[in-house]
C-alpha cells in the first residue's frame, strides 16, 4: 500500500479510492497530496454526497452576488479554493445523476462559470475522490455516469479492510495511544500484552475508525499507566447480535442506519429511501451517531 501511495503521489494524474467505512480513505488521499508536486498548494476536502442537490452547483462552482435568493455577495466555490492544488471529493458515488454532467465538464475542460455568471473561470486542479461504493455496478445500474468514472479512476488505489491488513494494528495503536495521552494530558500509556494481542484477533468492522475510537476511549477509562483488554471495550463477535429490545431507541435507530448503509455500499439516496427518510434527515442523523465515511 504504502509503495503504491509512493508512486501515485508525485502524479498529477486524478485518483479514485476505493474501501469500506473507516478504512482510512481520507488519510490516503492527504498522503497523496503531501507527496505531489502540489504539496505546497491547497487541499480542499468535500462530502459530495452530502451536499444537498439545490447548493451542489453553488459549493462546488461558487456563485455572484443576487444569483438567487440567499446570495447575497459573491462566494468562492471549491474548485477555485483549490486553484493550482487538490479537491478531495469524498463520498463520489452519492453525487445526484443531475449533477455529474456539470462536474464532468470542469473535469474535461477545465472551464467552469459560478452560478449566475457568464464569464468562465478556468481551474488547474487535481482531482482524488473516494468511496465505498462500487462504481462499475452504479453504473451499471444507471446511477452513476461511465464518462465522469473513466474520468476519475486515472489511477485506482484500493484501500483493505484493517482485518486484511493487520501489520497496520500495532502500529496504528501505538499512534492513537500517544496521539490521545497527550490531547487529554494523561500520563504516557503502554498495552498490556493481553491487549495488543486481542486487538490483532479482533476482526474490526469499523476499521481504523473503530481502532481508533478504542484507543481513545481505552485511555480516558484506563487507570495508571497500562491499557487493558477490559479498557478497549472490543465487543465479542458472539455478542454482536444483540436483541432488539434489549436496546435502546437510539440504538436500534443507528444499528438500523448503518445496516441500511451496509446494504446499498454506501449508497445515501438509496439508504434513505429504503429507511422512509430525506437525504438531509439521514444526514443529521449520520452526524448526531458519529457514522462517517472516509
Known sequence: MLRLITNVGPSDANVLITGEHGSGKEVVARTLHALSSRASRPLVAVNTGGLPEGIFESELFGHVKGAFTD???????????AHGGTLFLDE?????????????????????ER?????????DVRIISATNAHLNAEVDAGRFRQDLLFRLN???????PLRERRQDISQLAMYFLNRYAERY??????????AMQAMLEYSWPGNVRELDHAIERAVLLSSGDLVRV???????????TQRMEDLSLEEVESLLIRKAIDRYGGNISQAADALGLSRSALYRRLQKYGIGSS
Open 185 to 194: 494530558r494523561k500520563p504516557a500509556k503502554t498495552l498490556d500484552p493481553s
Open 230 to 240: 477490559s479498557d478497549l471495550s472490543l465487543r465479542n463477535p458472539r455478542e454482536s
Open 115 to 123: 452560478v449566475g455568471s457568464s464569464q468562465t473561470r478556468r481551474v
Open 92 to 112: 463520489i458515488a452519492n453525487v445526484p445523476l443531475s449533477q455529474q454532467a456539470k462536474l464532468l465538464r470542469v473535469l474535461e475542460s477545465g472551464e467552469m
Open 154 to 160: 486515472t489511477v485506482e488505489v484500493h484501500v483493505p
Open 71 to 81: 446570495a447575497r455577495t459573491d462566494r468562492i466555490g471549491r474548485f477555485e479554493l
